[in-house]
């Protein structure tokens, strides 16, 4: 436990203005981000008497080694800066609202020539207009169903849609209506996309433009004693208030609001979210934190606000933001939202009538989320606990491992090989810190030298920057011949943002874990041990776990350590395992569908995507332009005569492509154009069952 006085800043060094604090633990790594009017003032908190300090602050200024802060000229930018850097290096001591599910979206893809209607999860995408969140994804599609009636926009996947575009013949929305069909052309690009436009006006909440133009249509078509064209309309107006009914109205007035409410104890807090348009609630989502710092209600709503509003712009922003605590100081957090929204946002706490009665809604479904947390909480904390202690048990650990790494080899008959680390802290995964490496130190298939070079290359890299002897080189471009290049990768590309500064942030291996497991038995946990060995390090225990019978293996031990099948220790090993077993998986897939996507054109210089695909498309295929003369291939736009020159040496000098096998049958597939991978070679089809099987 470190003093604050050992790190505390001199007198006058803080300066008294606007901006930013990390602190920052032995490891360098940041574990706090604060903000302040007055650094100075806010700094000054933390460094009192301990015994004044509340029991979290006080955790967080003794688990911290240096503090360091930026100065900036207003407080908007210091909230700005704090939510970069709190989204950046995930310090552990702040307020981080975490959700146990990705919320669906309504979502209409602007961004194409015809637009498409679907579900979308995850990170939103430029370009894509999202309505929602959605609690449930049947819940989107009950509502698309009905409004298809009278927005027959298209819902299909691409491949859906340029196979109907082929044969001529669409789908069966198509036929029955609930889809314009723009794939074989019934519909312009321009009317599809008008199309488009309507439906998310009418999903904004502009209903009443809709329901009165198809009214007026049908009494026309009934004057006009079209009585099949007027019932169609008839139907088509009880399509929209059907699904608008599934909406009730909650505003009278037809606001566009969010509305937050917290529920708190003194350990953890939630958060409900109602998401309020055209005074219909069109979404709702919430999230729940560990309270790991001293912080007030107004506190945890200005969080939420960042975290909710952090990535938005424009209408994603409603113009008034309903919440139980204003922040402190106010103007900064509702200048910020202005800005994000390139208008004025009221930030403000109902006092009456209908929004304080929605608010009193939100407020107990915050309050029953935090209960069936707690519930879950209790259980999960419990069995996690009682896992790591018996895995320290059976291991001979002195404490339990919080940080557990796990490594595994992957490769097919020995060509692409890599390794994947996939990391457990207090027993759940932390998938930012998950790594992926090629192995590059020799060829073929050993999985006992793969994994020794694999732990070489790994604590190397922590040894190397505990002794601070210099600057890392950037891991996806290595400076030494690969033997210590990991990918670095992070899995999802969410976690990708600030991976280029070097200090505090997880893709570096500066953190040691307390167990080191490989997916093996003696001969790969003997390979792991060597590694530590050699590299001096003798404070990480290391085990393995066999599929076979799932024994755990010791370094020098004969005989395996045989844990109960009811074990939740044995559990957690197996999941840890699996982990490492997947993500490996999926690398050595990624890089193979690569490997057979290459093709000769790759090779040409000067020759870029867009003229390859010119290229085969011309020709339909790589086959055919092998045997073109130079002069066939200056047919095709944008190809000089140098460059097809070039390219029939190169075609000339690679050797011809095997025919295309079906695996299952033994069947040689002929080549066709939609048979082509991407590099213009034939793709070798295989039953998924027997091509996994192949998999190490």
Not at 89 to 102: A, I, L, W
Not at 123 to 152: E, M, N, Q, S
Not at 463 to 485: I, M, P, S, Y
Not at 506 to 526: E, H, S
Request: proline share 5%; charged share 30%; with cysteine.
């Amino acid at each position: 436990m470190a003093d604050p006085s050992s790190y505390r800043p001199r007198p006058g060094e803080i300066p008294d203005s606007p901006g930013v604090y990390r602190f920052r633990d032995e490891h360098r790594r940041v574990i706090y981000v604060g903000k302040a009017k007055s650094l100075r003032q806010r700094l000054a908190n933390y460094f009192q008497d301990l015994a004044n300090l509340h029991p979290r602050t006080r955790s967080m200024v003794t688990t911290a080694a240096s503090v360091e802060w930026t100065v900036v000229s207003t407080e908007v930018e210091a909230l700005q800066l704090e939510y970069s850097w709190i989204k950046e290096y995930d310090p552990r001591f702040n307020v981080k609202y975490r959700d146990d599910k990705s919320y669906p979206y309504l979502a209409v893809t602007m961004n194409e020539q015809f637009p498409r209607v679907q579900v979308m999860r995850g990170h939103k995408k430029k370009g894509v207009r999202y309505f929602g969140p959605y609690a449930h994804a049947w819940a989107i599609r009950d509502t698309v169903d009905l409004l298809l009636r009278v927005f027959p926009v298209r819902t299909c996947s691409a491949g859906v849609f340029k196979n109907a575009s082929r044969t001529g013949r669409p789908c069966l929305l198509g036929y029955i209506g609930k889809c314009s069909a723009p794939c074989v052309g019934r519909i312009t690009p321009e009317d599809h996309q008008e199309l488009a436009e309507e439906f998310c006006d009418f999903m904004a909440g502009r209903t009443g433009t809709y329901l009165r133009r198809l009214e007026k249509q049908m009494m026309e078509a009934a004057e006009e004693m079209e009585y099949e064209r007027a019932a169609r309309l008839r139907d088509d107006i009880g399509a929209l208030k059907k699904a608008m009914e599934k909406n009730a109205v909650v505003l009278a007035d037809a606001t566009d609001a969010d509305l937050i409410a917290v529920a708190e104890d003194e350990l953890e807090a939630a958060v409900q979210i109602f998401h309020v348009r055209g005074g219909r609630v069109r979404g709702q989502r919430g999230w729940v934190t560990d309270k790991v710092e001293e912080v007030t209600t107004g506190a945890l709503v200005e969080h939420a606000l960042q975290q909710l509003y952090g990535e938005e712009s424009g209408d994603a922003v409603p113009r008034e933001v309903l919440v139980p605590a204003l922040p402190d100081p106010l103007e900064p957090v509702q200048e910020w939202l202005t800005g994000r929204r390139g208008s004025n946002v009221s930030l403000r706490i109902p006092q009456r009538g209908d929004k304080k009665a929605l608010m009193e809604t939100v407020q107990r479904n915050a309050q029953q989320s935090l209960v069936l947390h707690k519930t879950k909480r209790a259980s999960d904390l419990t069995t996690r606990s009682r896992a790591l202690e018996e895995i320290a048990d059976a291991l001979s650990l002195d404490s339990a491992p919080l940080r557990i790494e796990c490594y595994d080899i992957s490769h097919l008959q020995g060509q692409d090989v890599v390794a994947s680390m996939v990391v457990f802290e207090d027993g759940l995964a932390r998938k930012s810190e998950y790594r992926r490496f090629q192995i590059k130190g020799f060829e073929g298939q050993d999985d006992v030298r793969s994994m020794h070079e694999v732990i070489s290359r790994r604590f190397r890299r922590y040894l190397a920057e505990k002794e601070r002897t210099g600057e890392w080189a950037d891991e996806n471009g290595d400076t030494d011949g690969g033997v210590d290049g990991a990918h670095s990768l992070p899995e999802s590309p969410g976690e990708a943002n600030g991976l280029k500064d070097e200090e505090g942030r997880p893709r570096k291996f500066a953190y040691p874990p307390q167990l080191v497991v490989v997916d093996g038995g003696q001969p790969q946990v003997a390979a792991a041990k060597r590694a530590l060995d050699e590299l001096g390090i003798d404070d990480v225990a290391v085990c393995g776990l066999a599929k076979r019978l799932e024994e755990v293996w010791l370094p020098d031990d004969d005989d395996p350590v045989v844990l109960p099948r009811t074990s939740e220790g044995l559990y957690l090993l197996q999941r840890v395992r699996d982990e490492a077993h997947r993500f490996a998986i999926t690398y050595q897939r990624s890089k193979r569908a690569k490997r057979f996507r290459a093709s000769p054109l790759d090779d040409v210089p000067g020759l870029g995507e867009t003229r390859k695909q010119a290229l085969l498309k011309h020709f339909g295929s790589l086959k055919k332009l092998r045997s073109a003369t130079i002069d066939q291939i200056c047919e095709v736009p944008g190809i000089g005569r140098k460059t097809a020159e070039t390219v029939a040496v190169a075609l000339a000098q690679a050797s011809p492509a095997a025919p295309a096998v079906n695996t299952a049958t033994g069947e040689i597939i002929e080549e066709e154009p939609g048979t082509m991978g991407s590099g213009g070679e034939p793709v070798t089809t295989g039953a998924p069952d027997e091509r996994r099987g192949q998999e190490t």
